[in-house]
């Protein structure tokens, strides 16, 4: 079944600084990759999202990038503020989305 | 619009006990799936309903079983509960499951076994 591995497991950058999140995934049949960030004592919720067949996906200071055949792809921000700080959870599905394997998470820190 | 509802939030069972969970989707959503959270192994898939029918399947032990009602509503049970069932339930639904829509997540039910 597919194997999701994420790195690293904790960051710590300051503010304005950028953070970069990389997760590999073992099947090649999964298509969808969502990140999912969960602040403390919340629920996980969808903060970007992209399908097997886009290379990169933007939106503001959030970015993907998914390269399939190395089976791998990040999560990028720029610009980074204190209220990013969270674990951020990425995850692949084989099934566009109907259930996920989701890595172990990255605890991101942004210090002011 | 009313998110994801999950009751109830916390409970406390007993080994050997019985546990049955409840999760409301956002209206409209006719998937719920349900994880598993723990500090030592992340966030584990469980099963996955649609349209009352269980679709797809994590790999748990059958004391985990689960259905979804006609409103969509969905529960999960775990039966002879053990010390290592401790850990937040979590609920997600989405309109269609799959499809790339969305999933969106409930606040969690914290199941502590002692």
């Known amino acids: 079944g597919e194997n999701v591995e994420q790195h690293p497991s904790t960051l710590s950058v300051q503010e304005g600084d950028s953070a970069v999140i990389k997760c590999t995934y073992s099947?090649?049949?999964?298509?969808?990759f969502p990140w999912y960030k969960q602040e403390l004592g919340k629920r996980p919720q969808l903060i970007i999202d992209?399908?097997?067949?886009?290379g990169e996906k933007k939106d503001q200071r959030i970015a993907v990038t998914l390269n399939k055949t190395a089976k791998h792809f990040s999560l990028h921000i720029t610009e980074t503020q204190p209220e990013d700080s969270a674990v951020y959870f990425c995850?692949?599905?084989?099934?566009?989305?109907?259930?996920?394997?989701f890595g172990p998470g990255t605890r991101l820190s942004v210090l002011p | 619009k009313a998110g994801v509802t999950q009751t109830p939030r916390y409970l406390i069972k007993t080994r050997g006990q019985q546990v049955t969970l409840s999760c409301s989707p956002i209206s409209g959503h006719r998937s719920v799936s349900w994880y598993q959270q723990t500090p030592g192994q992340g966030l584990q898939f469980l099963f996955e309903y649609f349209s009352e029918t269980q679709r797809n399947k994590g790999n748990f032990p059958g004391r985990f079983s689960g259905r979804q009602f006609s409103n969509s509503r969905s529960e999960m049970n775990v039966s002879t509960l053990e010390l290592g069932d401790s850990a937040l339930y979590l609920c997600?639904?989405?309109?269609?499951?799959?499809?790339?829509?969305?999933?969106?997540f409930g606040q969690g039910t914290r199941l502590t076994v002692v």
């Open positions: 099947d090649s049949a999964s298509n969808y």
């Open positions: 995850a692949a599905s084989w099934n566009y989305g109907q259930n996920f394997v």
């Open positions: 997600a639904s989405s309109w269609e499951g799959g499809a790339y829509t969305e999933a969106f």
């Open positions: 992209i399908r097997s067949n886009v």
